[in-house]
């Protein structure tokens, strides 16, 4: 046996409300049905691939939010790939608690469920592979439960799991894993899952350990590609590679507007990042640094007027002040006159930290004069 052929995904949390984001309900929606395509897509991969086993980690479906009539479609696609062994090891957004669909619904024959927190040994004969998973029976995992697991010798090895790889002896309430636990275990690969960026785990050892990214992510968190894991694994060798899947990113650009430019010219900056990354996805525009007085950014229209899939824009740019035009003024005004009081003080001021504190009241009162956003500096 040269190797099987497997696909690794996971997190993504199909029937998930995105009521609590904050994401625009029309948005939420679509992101919803998304998730459902993204699915499909990755079935239909699994299909072309013809992979023999598909490695699903933890979070696949929302425990809170997912039917029985999703688990029937969630089947029904399972049923399109009779020839791929479906592994699933549960997460902590889909527990397999005693009511849960995992224990309540009936499953593709292809398919089998890592249903308690043992760690538990599938053989999969014909593909001389050993799949040891477990699976999330509870809310909350904080004991190391990977702790003194080995693999054992003999055939190709894989290890399927949700939890959080954090350095030796911290906590964590999600399963945490340590990567000496990842070093030594002896797994060819390991399928991980709950890190929705995704990456590899360098542990060291021996074998290929990996988070395999949400298909679909679901927030600003979440940037980058995101996608399955997806190759051949055999004993003592890997050639798994991440493929893109995502239909949509997420993308935070920070702007930092000319400082006596208009909306016109912050307007021109977001749709240069637009124009280059793809009007399908979702945009945060970070406004940052000095801006004349006056200068007037409707981030409402900004948004609008960016012509995007979703578009938000924060405004945290300052008023960058001329404290020699203002104090020209003199005491014809009231910034002049307040801006000369503080700056007096300054002058007399030796100590560093009242020395910070006149600078801030300067700004913010300059700022509340101007009747704009107090921002800090
Ligand atoms: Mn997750």
Redesign the pocket.
């Known amino acids: 046996m040269d190797g099987i052929k497997i696909l690794h995904t996971g ?1 993504l ?1 199909l029937g998930m409300s995105f009521a609590r984001s904050k994401l625009p309900a029309e948005i939420g929606r679509i992101r919803r049905q998304e998730l459902w395509e993204t699915f499909d897509r990755i079935i239909d991969t699994a299909k072309a691939e013809e992979v023999d086993l598909m490695l699903i980690a933890g ?1 696949m479906f929302e425990y809170n939010y997912c039917t029985a009539s999703d688990i029937k479609r969630i089947n029904d696609r399972f049923a399109r790939i009779p020839g791929t062994r479906v592994l699933i090891a549960p ?1 902590n ?1 889909d527990p397999a608690l005693p009511d849960s669909l995992y224990n309540t619904c009936r499953w593709q024959p292809n398919v089998h469920i890592f249903r308690t927190s043992d760690i538990c040994a599938l053989e999969l004969e014909g593909l001389g592979t050993t799949v040891w998973g477990l699976g999330w029976d509870r809310d909350y995992i904080v004991d190391p439960l990977l702790e003194g697991f080995k693999a054992a010798d003999g055939g190709i090895n894989i290890l399927l799991v949700h939890g959080e790889v954090v350095p030796e002896g911290n906590t964590s309430d999600y399963l945490p894993i340590y990567l000496r636990h990842l070093a030594e275990c002896g797994a060819d690969y390991a399928a991980l899952g ?1 890190v ?1 960026k995704g990456g590899v785990v360098e542990h060291g050892g021996r074998g290929t350990a990996r988070y395999c990214t ?1 298909p679909e992510p679901i927030s600003f968190n979440e940037d980058g590609d995101h996608g399955i894991c997806i190759g051949t694994v055999g004993k003592g060798f890997c050639d798994v590679k991440f493929l893109p899947i995502a239909k949509r990113r997420f993308i935070t650009r920070r702007i930092n507007p000319d400082p006596a430019g208009d909306a016109a010219e912050v307007l021109g900056q977001m749709k240069g990042h637009i124009m280059k990354e793809g009007e399908e996805n979702l945009y945060r525009f970070l406004l940052e640094g000095a801006m004349d007085p006056g200068a007037d950014l409707d981030t409402t229209y900004l948004a609008q007027a960016a012509q995007a899939f979703h578009v938000e824009v924060k405004n945290n740019t300052y008023i960058g002040y001329d404290l020699d035009a203002i104090m020209e003024e003199g005491q014809n005004s009231i910034m002049g006159a307040f801006a000369a009081r503080i700056l007096d003080q300054l002058d007399r001021e030796g100590d560093l930290r009242r020395r910070a504190v006149l600078e801030r009241a300067l700004y913010i009162g300059l700022d509340a004069l101007n009747g704009r956003k107090v921002v800090g500096r």
Do not use: A, E, V
């Open positions: 997190d949390h979070d997460g957004h709950h929705h949400s």
